[in-house]
């Protein structure tokens, strides 16, 4: 099946520090959406993007769908410690039968020293 | 705003036994997703339901199944449970079957002993 490669696994950085994370896959995706996740609770929506080259903001996160639809970054500037999470990219394609389920990578796992 | 609702969000069962998981969308959302979610995992994508038929199905094993009601709520029945079903069982909702942006409920901690 689709598979997802996300990196970094974990970062461990600096309050005020830019993060920067990425997911590449061998196949195609039609969308790519990033979530956050905290320890016992549901992932939530960050960004969604829907169109190659893409490059959405949302708040002190951006994200960029690549060109070449088999990637996607998510910067996020200057970190406060609430950022702690995992962050999860996650793919869609289009089967045509609609309500396509997600392929998820693996997640990032962010650690903010304060 | 309103999200999407999963109960029970706790459930400890035995080995063998059977278990039923709910999910309520958010309103006015029309299809439901559900996915699995084991220990230090990623979410692994079970089953959806757009307008009470299903729509796509990823690595759901045959001991489960699912049904999206006419009130767009949706129940996952899970049978013979096995010690690998532990996990956390998330529900997500979107509005219109081909809608790109899937927002996830709490999830329910099945815990198989």
């Known amino acids: 099946g689709q598979q997802l490669n996300q990196s970094p696994q974990s970062m461990f950085i600096q309050e005020g520090e830019d993060v920067s994370m990425n997911c590449t896959s061998s196949?195609?995706?039609?969308?790519w959406l990033w979530y956050k996740q905290e320890p016992g609770e549901g992932p939530v929506l960050l960004i969604a993007l829907y169109k190659a080259g893409e490059l959405t903001s949302n708040g002190r996160l951006t994200a960029q769908f690549g060109i070449t639809r088999k990637d996607s970054f998510l910067n996020i500037s200057a970190s406060i410690p609430s950022d702690v999470g995992i962050y999860f990219c996650a793919g869609r394609t289009y089967s045509g039968g609609g309500a396509d389920g997600l392929t998820f990578g693996k997640g990032t796992h962010l650690i903010i020293q304060p | 705003a309103a999200g999407v609702i999963q109960s029970p969000r706790h459930l400890i069962k035995e080995k063998r036994e059977t278990a039923t998981l709910k999910c309520y969308p958010i309103?006015?959302?029309?299809?439901v997703y559900w996915y699995q979610q084991g220990p230090g995992q990623d979410p692994q994508f079970l089953i959806s339901f757009y307008e009470k038929m299903q729509s796509d199905k990823g690595s759901i094993p045959d001991r489960f199944s699912a049904q999206q009601f006419s009130d767009y709520h949706s129940e996952l029945n899970m049978s013979s449970l096995e010690l690998g079903d532990s996990a956390l069982y998330f529900c997500?909702?979107?509005?219109?079957?081909?809608?790109?942006?899937?927002?996830f409920g709490p999830g329910t901690r099945l815990t198989v002993t």
């Open positions: 997500a909702s979107s509005l219109g079957g081909d809608s790109y942006e899937q927002y």
């Open positions: 309103p006015r959302h029309d299809t």
């Open positions: 196949s195609i995706f039609n969308t």
